[in-house]
């Protein structure tokens, strides 16, 4: 577990442009060190728009993309290619303009893929494949992720893990269906709190006066239960990337120096 750190950028765009700056050092790290790399994407709006930045960043080549793995933190229970998947808007921000290799391209089942219109099912199946991609060293049923990037809603809740749901309880299964949630579609499938904290670097990106709240009780201690992006961190460290709307109402321990 490690404590999570705030950093400020002025706006919305320039945290989008300064993220994927971020991504792009730290894959080049995972890769000189290890030979690949492993994200763990998210959906939303400032999530996409982190990798509409990547695409465009002059830098986006150090990364040997063929050695990259892509997964998701969540997704949306639709069909393939469906403009609100999580994965579809991923693929047109980022991921066809870039040399992945399409077999470490990871996205979770559609309900038109094998398990059909059963999420439970599709959730094992993701889980199955993230067990696969595991090794001994990662001490975990998932691998450890070099980082994995979060949204936060309003609500605070993270990936599909909205406040006072059933996943939230979850301490054995990585992956798991989400029903009833409370922001559309409400079928999702979720990694749980123990897959994300897997990931050696934990990302909580937001923008917007909107979560300024949800940012300021996931900082401030409160229960995951009642505030989910209150139980995520990662192995070896925790980031809050935010823009000064995000961060306009910080714990005064986070309050940032320099940029407000
Ligand atoms: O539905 C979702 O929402 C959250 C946050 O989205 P935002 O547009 O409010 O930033 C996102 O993190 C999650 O991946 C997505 O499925």
Not at 5 to 17: E, M, N, Q, W
Not at 51 to 69: C, F, H, I, S, Y
Not at 196 to 224: F, M, Q, Y
Request: with cysteine; charged share 25%; glycine share 8%.
């Amino acid at each position: 577990m490690s404590r999570p750190g705030a950093i400020v950028h002025p706006d919305s765009s320039l945290l989008a442009k300064a993220t994927a700056a971020r991504i792009v050092t730290r894959l080049v790290d995972a890769q000189t060190a290890q030979g690949s790399a492993s994200i763990v994407l998210t959906g939303g709006g400032i999530g996409i728009a982190v990798l509409t930045e990547l695409a465009a960043a002059p830098a986006r080549d150090a990364v040997d993309w063929r050695r990259l793995d892509v997964w998701w933190g969540d997704e949306r229970f639709l069909p393939t290619g469906d403009p609100e998947r999580n994965e579809t808007q991923a693929r047109a921000a980022l991921l066809d303009r870039v040399g992945l290799d399409p077999a470490r391209v990871h996205p979770m089942p559609a309900p038109d893929g094998p398990d059909g219109d059963d999420p439970e099912r599709a959730a094992e199946r993701y889980a199955d494949e993230l067990a696969r991609a595991a090794r001994p060293e990662d001490h975990s049923p998932v691998p450890a992720f070099d980082v994995c990037m979060l949204g936060i809603g309003p609500d605070s809740h993270v990936a599909s893990l909205f406040p006072e749901q059933p996943a939230l309880y979850e301490e054995e299964r990585p992956v798991v269906a989400v029903r009833g949630a409370p922001k559309p579609p409400p079928t999702r499938i979720s990694l749980t709190f123990p897959a994300i904290r897997s990931a050696r670097e934990v990302w909580v990106i937001a923008s917007g006066e909107g979560k300024a709240d949800a940012v300021r009780l996931a900082l401030s201690g409160a229960g995951p239960t009642q505030v989910p992006a209150a139980g995520v961190w990662g192995r070896s460290r925790t980031l809050f990337l935010l823009d000064r709307a995000a961060a306009s109402r910080l714990p005064e321990q986070f309050a940032p120096h320099g940029v407000m």
